[in-house]
């Protein structure tokens, strides 16, 4: 029985769902109308463009170059700084609201989702005309635009929806394979990346119907055991289901590497405390809780040292887990230069299955309502509105407007200097 799928692809995510945020906020420039783009910080060596506007496409500008050369080309370009917390929320209320077009919706990535619209047509038309209503709900309700594939399954739908762009609706149904997507380079393909493209480039095969008329034999020695299913994809088979079941993630891990070496306890004490931090934002945002805590630190010369340990019973209370990375650190350092630290939480569970440990228990209840006071906080000021107080010697932090949390503080000491520095 033939399905119909939808592949939603929110249009260049990170700056639309910051413009969004902007917009909602009341602020009268909107990005998306100027060359702009959404950059790591370049001081820190993470000046690469993440996203841009149209205006700044129109200058030359291309995702993943770094900064300067995009100042180079548009010297007004307008730099805005990623936001995790703002990009969370988009794609849960992304999520959330195709949720009202059909039962199945699988979270492929941040901002893409697959919808399963089979034997649905009673409700909002043929595929067409519902893609069309999605569009609309999505742009009038959460502001930004999408691109939507129409196809029988999953992969025809996602190579659809990244036919031209934005805010476009493409059918690719198997009938069209031919005229569509054969004549696309074989890199366009879901699935083959750019060293495998290289490969059969030199092969002889440069379109994606060369790959589909291609023998599994010929191919055998350049793709291995992919050779068969690459064939089947360029033919547009694929019969994966939309996963509407989201398994909670096993891990979840951060890391930062260091734009110079970083040769004291304290300052990579710092760093550990904000990577953690961040991470239990994640964490409460998907309201999971971890049972261990990794430390990872490398050296300049790439030499990793890794230690980790459990926490009894299940958390997502930053006061227990920075504590228990922070033990970590003490007990693994050796006063070698550091250049990337990283962090990973482990064992994750649903919060709905937390048990509190009898011994930070009482304290986590305390920390816990501090939490929920911090993540608020942020979701309506931003996310550096609120720092660590022992990250505050860090120079990359100078714009923070309120202080607070530190795992030595009092509550009421935190309270005190919200009041006065906010
Ligand atoms: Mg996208």
């Known amino acids: 029985m033939s399905r119909t799928i939808f592949h939603i692809d929110a249009n260049s995510a990170f700056l639309s769902w910051t413009a969004a945020d902007m917009v909602e906020r009341g602020s009268r420039f909107d990005p998306r109308l100027i060359p702009s ?53 988009k794609s849960i209320d992304f999520y959330n609201l195709l949720l009202n077009f059909s039962p199945s919706v699988e979270q492929f990535s941040v901002d893409e989702c697959f919808v399963d619209y089979s034997d649905m047509e009673r409700f909002y038309g043929n595929p067409y005309e519902c893609a069309k209503a999605i569009s609309k709900a999505v742009k009038d309700n959460l502001g930004f635009t999408v691109n939507v594939g129409i196809s029988t399954n999953k992969l025809l739908a996602k190579m659809a929806s990244d036919f031209e762009k934005p805010d476009r609706i493409h059918e690719l149904y198997p009938y069209m394979i031919k005229d569509k997507m054969w004549p696309l380079p074989v890199g366009d393909l879901f699935s083959v990346g750019k060293k495998t493209a290289s490969k059969l480039n030199k092969a002889g095969i440069l379109r994606i119907g060369d790959l589909a008329k291609a023998s599994p034999e010929s191919l055998r020695p350049i793709l291995k055991s992919s050779a068969e299913i690459l064939i089947a994809a360029a033919n547009g088979l694929d019969l994966s289901e939309v996963k509407t079941e989201v398994s909670p993630p096993k891990s979840m891990s951060m890391s930062y590497t260091t734009p110079r070496d970083v040769n004291t306890y304290e300052d990579t004490r710092t760093y550990l405390i904000t990577l953690c931090e961040k991470l239990c934002v994640r964490l409460r945002e998907k309201n999971l809780t971890a049972s261990g805590v990794t430390v990872n630190l490398f050296s300049r010369e790439r030499v990793e040292n890794t230690h980790q340990n459990t926490i009894i019973g299940h958390s997502n209370c930053t006061y227990t887990l920075v504590n228990t990375a922070c033990e970590l650190l003490t007990e693994m350092w050796t006063k070698t230069p550091i250049r990337r630290v990283g962090v990973a939480f482990w064992g994750l569970k649903s919060d709905k299955v937390i048990q509190n440990n009898v011994w930070t228990g009482a304290k986590e209840v305390v920390w816990n309502t501090f939490d929920d006071a911090a993540d608020d906080v942020r979701r309506r000021f931003g996310e550096s509105v609120l720092m660590p107080c022992s990250t505050l010697h860090n120079s990359a932090h100078n714009n923070t407007k309120i202080v607070a949390f530190s795992p030595e503080f009092s509550l009421s000491t935190i309270r005190n200097n919200n009041v006065k520095n906010a």
């Open 37 to 89: 783009v959404i950059s790591g910080r370049e001081s820190t060596r993470h000046g690469i463009v993440l996203a841009k506007s149209i205006p700044a496409s129109r200058c030359g500008i291309k995702t993943g170059e770094p900064l300067h050369l995009a100042k180079k080309k548009c010297p007004e370009l307008v730099v805005l700084p990623m936001s995790d917390n703002i990009y969370a929320q």
